[in-house]
Structures are given as structure tokens and as C-alpha cells.
């Protein structure tokens, strides 16, 4: 059972968590029609009065993005201001995991994203690793990541999820961590809820924003970085075989961090991963508020 924390965000204000509750016949729970986001917000190493949201700021960008493609308006501001409530609500003493959520609230049968009612929620848990921060062991889908020309792929929209559900158990039933999908072009595009990296010959290599992936934040923050550490980075299609023959592969997400894979299919991958492990350590200080440099990644909120 989730230990959820006490107070969500609920219908424009602080409610307890049980109290949260919505109808057996809401819109998106059965057409999918919502769009979520994903954060983690730890305890300010520096001051225990307040936490620390990294990149705030584009999650909240990218959730207000979301909403505008299923044709409903949610603010930035208004994400943000939620946050910063439920936070103060709620107090956590330890690292949490965020999650805003923007659907069709109506109880109108019909798909559609017109002449429809919406809200906006938050909930928070306590989350550790995802995924084994030793590294995962992955298997390429039977199944293909969508296409934007069928599913607005810019957005964190939940209906997507069927295929990331699908293919996460394929690759758990089969004995494996984590499932890597192939675009409809054959490329690599992305893991079940997780951006891709490899290392080949000291160059970063990730599929382009073209290649169906999802615009992760742990991704661009992954690339400004590296570029800015001297590391070459290029974003381009990358073929199933370039996995094989990687010096490294890691995933990026803000549940999984940065997770090196440690196994494809059948094959072994190197257990010495220096570009991942040098933007990892940066990464880390970065959200824990040590790295004077990129202070503007961080929003530190008080919660005392
Ligand atoms: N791809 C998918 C399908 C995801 O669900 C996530 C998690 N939000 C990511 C990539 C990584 O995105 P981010 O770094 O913004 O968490």
C-alpha cells in the first residue's frame, strides 16, 4: 500500500488525501484524455525550513503544454502556486515524488475535448530508486512507440501510457527490468517512462525530439550539461545495433535519475561508465542545491 502524503490538491484547494475523490464516470478515466507531470522535491540540504523542486519551472511548462493539447487552459502560474500550497500543506520530511494531473473531469459519455469540463489535481508520495541505481537490464519491445501523428507526443498524456504499461510488463514478464521502444521508423526512441543516452567513442548520442520520444527534462538538462562539461553531444536516430556496441547506455527520467543499463537483450554492457558517472555526480549536486552554477534549476520553497 502507497503511504501517500496527508493533503492534495484538489478542485482549487488543500484537501486530505482520502477526501480526494472523483466519480466512477469521469471522462478521462475511461478515454485516457488527461495529461500528468512527474516531480521530486527533497528536503533543502542547507535549510530544513524548505524543499527543493528542480526545474520547476519547465515541468510546470511542459504541463500547462500538455493541457493546451487536449484543448484546455492550465497556467504555469497556477501550476506552480498549487505546488507551493500543497507543499506548505503538507510538510514532507523526506524526498517526494509530485504528481499534477490535468483531465476531463465531465461525466458526459462520448470522446471529445470540446464543450467538456476539466480540473486539476496533485498528489505526492515518498519515492526512493525507481530503478536500481547498479543499473537495469532492458529488452526491445514487441511493441512500437506511437506516433505524433496519432497521439500528440509533445504532451505527457496518460492514454499514451497504455503502451509504455504494455511494454514494461512484456519486458518484466520475460525477465527483464525495463522494455526499450522502437519509433515506427525502426529507431530507438525511448524506455517505458525513461529518456535514452549512449557513449560511443567519448561522443553523447541521444534520439533527436523528431524520433517520437518525450521532451524530458532530465534529457535537456542531461545535454546542456554535457555541453557545457565539453562533452560532445549530438541528437540523431539511433539504430537498435549502436546499443550493442555502446561504451555506455544509461536512461534519464525524474523517477529513474540516471540509471545505467547494464544489459540488452543477451548482451552484457560495460560496467565502466565514466561520461555517465561525471554527469551523474554533477546532476546530483545540482539538485541538492550545491552547485552555485546552475542555482536556477533549483526553486527552493518554504515549507516551515
Ligand atoms: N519518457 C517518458 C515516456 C516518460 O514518462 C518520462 C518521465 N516523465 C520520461 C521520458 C523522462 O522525462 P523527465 O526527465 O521529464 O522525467
Known sequence: M???LPYAWFQGQCVPFEEARISIATHALHYGTGAFGGMRAIPDPQSSGSMLLFRADRHARRLSRSARLLLTDLSEATILEALTAM?????PQQPIYLRPFVYTSDLGIAPRLHDIETDFLIYGLPLGDYLSPDGVSCRISSWTRQEDRSLPLRGKISGAYITSSLAKTEAVQSGFDEALLLNSRGKISEASGMNLFLVRDGQLITPGVD????EGITRASVIELAKAMQIP?????????ELFIADEVFLTG???????IRQIESTQMNT???????LKTRLVSITEGRDTAYEHWVTRIPIA
Open 272 to 278: 565502466d561508465r565514466p561520461v555517465m558517472t561525471a
Open 2 to 4: 502507497h503511504q501517500f
Open 211 to 214: 524520433q517520437d520520444i518525450l
Open 254 to 260: 525524474t523517477a529513474a535519475k540516471i540509471t545505467p
Open 233 to 241: 553531444v549530438v541528437e540523431r536516430p539511433v539504430d537498435k545495433t
Open 87 to 91: 507543499l506548505q500543506a503538507n510538510k
